[in-house]
């Protein structure tokens, strides 16, 4: 049981880890040029005055809610960390640990609805920005998480306190 409950808090710190690293890192988009956008603001590098010119990301719509999903898949990844916590101290003996579970069932669906917000529409997003590029390695740990919490969250459902 203490093997379950420290892979289970292994998985959990990894999530929170790669949606720290995908919300606030700077490569969601990689433009030719190996210049990168991420999801707060667009710095580019200037070759002539070698220096990083910074600016606030597009009004768009669609970034802004990539932005807030993003962000709250955050919070409630640390929610259920903290609801894991607690119930694991001070839960009965049997009880599940259903609020967890939901809690990190919600973390996933966020990053999910985030990352493909942002595949659908990134033309719209980067419409000010040369035709080209690729996602970058932001995009893709988002997309690694929403697996990784899917099953994390489907785990503390099914996981049951014992002594």
């Not at 880890?17 to 707060?40: E, H, M, Q, Y």
Request: aromatic fraction near 14%; charge should be positive.
């Amino acid at each position: 049981m203490s093997l379950l409950l420290v892979v289970v808090s292994a998985l959990h710190i990894l999530i929170l880890i790669l949606l720290f690293v995908a919300t606030l890192d700077k490569s969601w988009w990689t433009l030719p040029g190996k210049d990168s956008l991420n999801l707060w603001s667009d710095c580019m590098w200037n070759r002539i005055n070698k220096t990083w010119d910074c600016s606030d990301v597009s009004e768009n719509g669609w970034l802004k809610a990539v932005q807030i999903l993003m962000v709250l898949s955050l919070i409630l990844c640390c929610l259920s960390f903290i609801l894991f916590m607690f119930q694991l101290y001070n839960m009965k003996r049997g009880g599940l640990f259903y609020a967890t579970g939901i809690c990190q069932l919600c973390t996933s669906l966020t990053v999910f609805t985030g990352a493909l917000i942002y595949a659908i529409h990134v033309e719209e997003i980067l419409a000010k920005y040369p035709r080209g590029g690729s996602f970058g390695y932001c995009f893709v740990l988002a997309w690694v998480a929403f697996p990784l919490a899917l099953a994390s969250g489907i785990t503390y459902i099914h996981l049951r306190k014992r002594e």
